[in-house]
């Protein structure tokens, strides 16, 4: 069973331009979330989604958004790209909305700014 | 706002010994899952452990063991007869049990070294 699957896993951008993160839940599942890791801030949780709802939030810039899709893949996008959206970013995945479910991560998308 | 704190930036031992990572939490909520997760050079995070708060013993996973304090607050990972593989980022995080949350909210994380 393929596991949680990030592309691209590396990318380099330009300040000011966007970028589009993609993830592949395990197959099954249905809720995914998303999380940025920097060394100075940490993993902070980005936004989740279920059935191609967001149902929660993390509290970053608009430019950040993503969406899900009816096969439960889903995107981020960063719109105008600054320095400190570099980053890993990491997409997880789990099988319902029940909280005792075990959340399973991806490789993460590594972006650099430039 | 539930907050995570990891008050050991790294931490070092010797292969075959025994290493305690501490944790420590702050809620309101009297029900919601803890958990450890590795993160290696990979980056993938592995699930360690998983703790649930309304169970009183401690959860064991082979060499892994926690220490839960629901009182104090307090959630340490145990690793018991380290291996060279386990060296890695470990990161304690809190979960909500609030039906439908799978926001995760990590600690700054543990740097863990084996030495061989």
């Known amino acids: 069973k393929a596991g949680v699957t990030q592309t691209p896993r590396y990318l380099i951008k330009t300040r000011g331009q966007q970028v589009t993160l993609s993830c592949s839940p395990i197959?099954?599942?249905?809720?995914v979330s998303w999380y940025q890791q920097t060394p100075g801030q940490g993993l902070q949780f980005l936004f989740e989604y279920f059935s191609e709802t967001q149902r929660n939030k993390g509290n970053f810039p608009g430019r950040f958004s993503g969406r899900q899709f009816s096969n439960s893949r889903s995107e981020m996008n960063v719109s105008t790209l600054e320095l400190g959206d570099s980053a890993l970013y990491l997409c997880?995945?789990?099988?319902?909305?029940?909280?005792?479910?075990?959340?399973?991560f991806g490789e993460g998308s590594w972006l650099t700014v430039v | 706002a539930q907050t995570v704190t990891q008050s050991q930036p790294e931490m070092s031992v010797q292969e075959a010994e025994t290493v305690t990572l501490s944790c420590t939490y702050d809620t309101s909520e009297s029900d919601y899952y803890l958990f450890w997760y590795k993160q290696p050079p990979s980056r993938q995070m592995i699930l360690v452990i998983r703790?649930?708060?309304?169970?009183?013993q401690n959860a064991t996973e082979n060499r892994f063991s926690v220490n839960f304090q629901k009182a104090a607050k307090s959630f340490s990972l145990k690793i018991s007869d380290s291996q060279l593989g386990d060296a890695a980022m470990y990161f304690c995080?809190?979960?909500?049990?609030?039906?439908?949350?799978?926001?995760?909210?990590f600690g700054q994380g543990t740097r863990l070294t084996i030495n061989p």
């Open positions: 997880a995945s789990s099988l319902a909305l029940a909280s005792g479910n075990t959340i399973y």
């Open positions: 995080a809190y979960r909500t049990q609030l039906q439908g949350a799978q926001k995760l909210v």
């Open positions: 197959s099954g599942h249905r809720s």
């Open positions: 703790q649930e708060a309304y169970k009183q």
